[in-house]
């Protein structure tokens, strides 16, 4: 068995050593335009923000390993030009000396990735706008940035933020421009609110709702036209608008490409040639949640794809699940996660979903250093079947979010929440852990215990609804929703008499607790009370989003 | 509806606080022997170490709240003494004026909890001899601890262990005195010797296979005699031996007691009187994966029984599930956490399992500040069903306890976790997490992939096995398995002709992965070749806890 590998990063170099493993006797070939395979793609922002020092730190492994320990015949700064799939031979072009030549294979992986999007826009192609992809731009940034005083950065996805994080900690004057009224595209706007308004107070310039239409050097910079019609001066500029499958190798060879963009493939990773795999940024895979095609570009899922198409190759039946989209970004100790599907997906998607917020500390509150985080849960609002969650905070974000992670893997409901038994010890969660929480929340909406009214909801029915505002009055100073009048939950009971039966009540607090409580007291004593879904914090992340 | 409660901390507290949720005209008498209700017991030693430096922290509610916030009827140090189940009322003592009276009630719960063992042993009743139950007692050694120097800690379970480190860290000349031959009993020993051994590195004496026989007064503190002779001298001891749950009340009204010494309950919380619930560490429990009755005391346990007995006297039908026995204890920053069964349990009950043991990094190794960890994982040797699963290390341990707790309450296998896909950013995790990196090693065992062997099977097969260490040179002359010959994983191939195929051949590296090439290479060259689970490092686990 003769294989060829065309990309040696994530999901190549994992195809490579599980075909090595199954196969000794296999002839491995792998083919990497760069000059180093299977490096650290994901640490290069922090190599360049000088968090990570030592530059061959990111060298996961040498081509000396690879040809040592697994055998392989690795071909660094080769492409693979063509495909001929009857001859079942590939193009390859040495980029170091021009020289082209055949190479057969009985199976074929591509793993080419995807490349930084670069629209045709005036200027752009100065040497000062850089896109990060691979090892040789991270070095280049490295050196931009060492020098620089101010930088843009143009998009405000993972690397965008990731960027944003690691230039400003360099001291360098950033802004950042996003064409959305969000940063972190895929996550709900109201849960990146804390990590915008963190990067803000750490000095970055944020410009949402724009867009670079022209690039022009400067006497010693560049300039940065933007659509709004200003201008940003700067030392270099970071294109990070987002990916592009690389499929021109693929559609080349008449392979088939998906309707996201992604070489199509099936649950083994085979694309329409039965001897093609593809695996990794340049696919189109499933979305395990919904079951339509998406085009995530993520480590994880492209190992995990190398594996498997590694194992079909050689007879056995591993099957790619799908991609539930489980990600997280930290910046500044602010760290957003999520998994599966965000309300606007679902939106998009046109799957009912409801939704609750929670505010809970990472920890037992009784115990120095609890952090707050803020979690959305969205579910099925009949089954109560898990189809995502968001989390927003300090520590412990991470672990939620992977909990959540494996429970909608497992098909769980909210109920299934409920009951989890996770490891409490005052320093690490709570005897109740946020996600039992967010489990009990939900599930007491879904019982119609406990009915919740979200902040965009307000606006409809103001002036029809009373809104109890149940913290203290010094809470309450401090700040409330228009139109709230302040009962403290504690004085709830003996004042039901200033509350009308007629309208009903919509109760509130910090944070979704005392207003649950509020809302059963109100129901049993016959008022149609309901809830905000995580309480005057939620309620101003939505206001800060919008 | 009048629900009179017995103990007015986790279970008890929970179970009033749902049953005023779901109604609110129910009369609602809780009886708490203590001072406090709902305090933080799982804080007490941290308090008393002095990390949690404001007592009132512990107070998690006061009565006051109790009363406006739930209308409960809270009645502090007062004992519930009988109970006429006949009549349906309780008698109760005020343990401040001796008063005695009676109490009805339509539903009783019984949270009394469990009592710290002291066993009769000569000089046991001396005032020196503390327990840790409740806040007057965090007091006590709280108060004892500020003028001493010396410390005994009889018991090396999760208080003992909690006190050890906390009397360390207030500069306490600490002693831990345990029976077995091993810290934390429930834990397999191998997986808590790094904890045992950084306790050593910071100070503590540990005496492992001793118990104290007698306690006796010397001129300005006590004398511990132990039962290898030697005698300890400390200003106090503090005894961690275990807890009893308190059952008299129960069985005094002829409700029945399991098997294993707690209150039996069916899924619903009720006793074998159908208008009596008890929850908590008093009551014995289906263990979730076994199916078998245990006694687990553990808080978020208590607080979920205590919900779901409120939910069944309103005529919910909620069910607890069974305990896991998921569960975790810190110490200087080592952390040891599991869920699910041991394999000293699977052997106990004679549940067939196998097991696997990594040492991953917690995340990206290229990253800064990546801490090693040691995870096993017991799952069915056929079907790969998860038994359970135990994590020692630093940071993430908690994460990684969790993801598996959830996996085995969905009733997932090591396949399952191949396919997890968990949050990755270098800071946070591995594009193949050490969860992914389990199931791999796990599925590869069940699928014969990779055969393994382990450490205790060693001995048994000296002299019949060829064993080779596959690490560098450096490495192996820093110490190896007796017996082992260094062939370097990545010279293997070409030094095949110095093994005999006549003999199986162990392969061995420093966590496993060198291992399980150098396995597969072999196999694959027709050799009968397994590698060592865990490679040296577990190798050297489990010597030190022999």
Redesign the interface.
């Known amino acids: 068995m003769k294989i060829v590998i065309v990309g040696g990063v ?1 999901g190549g170099a994992s195809a490579a050593a599980r075909a ?6 296999a002839e491995i070939v792998m083919v990497e335009r760069g000059s180093d395979p299977s490096f ?1 793609n ?2 290069m922002p ?1 190599y360049i923000g000088g ?2 020092e030592d530059r061959s ?2 060298l ?1 492994t040498s081509v000396e ?1 690879l040809e ?2 697994y ?1 392989l015949d690795v071909r660094v700064r080769q492409s693979v030009e063509s495909i001929d799939r009857e001859a079942m031979t590939v193009t390859i072009k040495n980029l170091s000396t021009g020289e082209r030549y055949e190479e057969s294979y009985d199976k074929l992986l591509l793993a080419p990735g995807a490349a930084p999007i670069r629209p045709p826009l005036p200027g752009i192609d100065s040497p000062r706008v850089y896109t990060l992809r691979n090892l040789d731009d991270a070095d280049r940034i490295h050196a931009a940035a060492e020098k620089a005083s101010h930088a843009v950065i143009i998009g405000g996805g993972f690397i965008g933020i990731e960027m944003a994080e690691n230039l400003l900690h360099r001291g360098l004057n950033t802004t950042l421009v996003e064409l959305g009224n969000q940063i972190l595209g895929p996550w709900d706007a109201e849960m990146v609110v804390p990590l915008a308004e963190l990067l803000t107070e750490r000095g970055l310039q944020l410009r949402l709702g724009a867009a670079a239409e022209a690039f022009a050097p400067t006497r010693d910079g560049i300039s940065v036209k933007l659509t709004s019609g200003d201008t940003l001066s700067a030392d270099f500029v970071v294109l990070a608008i987002g990916v592009k499958p690389e499929t021109s190798l693929a559609t080349a060879a008449g392979l088939v490409v998906g309707e996201r963009g992604g070489i199509r493939v099936n649950c083994h990773m085979q694309t329409n040639d039965a001897n093609i795999y593809a695996v990794g940024d340049a696919v189109e895979v499933t979305d ?1 949640v919904s079951g339509k095609p998406v085009q995530i570009p ?7 794809q190398g594996r498997i198409a590694a194992d079909h190759m050689f007879g056995r039946d591993s099957q790619y ?1 799908g ?2 989209g ?5 910046a500044f100790g602010k ?1 957003a ?1 999520m ?1 599966g599907l965000s309300e606007k997906m679902c939106q998009r998607l046109g799957i009912g979903c409801e939704k609750i917020y929670l505010h809970p500390a990472h920890h ?5 250093g609890a952090e707050q985080m803020s979690l959305k849960l969205l579910f099925d609002p009949t089954s109560g079947k898990l189809l995502g969650g968001q989390a927003i905070g300090g520590l412990g974000v ?2 939620r ?3 959540l ?3 909608l ?4 409901t909210v109920f ?1 929440l ?12 709570s ?3 946020p ?2 929480m967010a489990g009990f929340i939900a599930a007491g909406v879904v019982r119609v ?1 406990h009915p919740i009214v979200h902040s965009h909801q307000l606006d409809a029915v103001a002036g029809r609804v009373t809104l109890i505002d149940v913290r203290t009055p010094s809470e309450f100073s401090e700040g409330t929703i228009d139109g709230a009048v302040n009962i403290p ?3 709830l ?1 003996g004042r039901l008499d200033e509350l009308s039966k007629q309208q009903p009540v919509v109760a509130f607090c910090k944070v979704g607790q005392r207003g ?2 509020a809302t ?2 109100l129901r ?2 016959g008022f149609a009370a309901s809830n905000l879904s995580g309480g005057y914090t939620t309620w101003r992340q939505i206001q800060s989003a919008r």
């Open positions: 994530a090595r493993r199954l196969a000794e006797e650290a994901c640490g922090y968090t990570i730190k990111l996961v390993r040592n320990r055998r395990f993520l480590a994880g899922p492209a190992n995990r699940r991609t539930q489980t990600s997280i970004i930290g760290i996660a998994t037992a509150g009784y115990y120095p991470d672990k979010i992977d909990v992670a494996i429970a893997q497992a098909g769980m299934d409920e009951e989890a038994e996770l490891a409490y010890a005052p320093q690490f969660g005897a109740k852990d996600i039992n215990d939950l504690d004085e009971r649950y409580m059963r007291l049993q004593h």
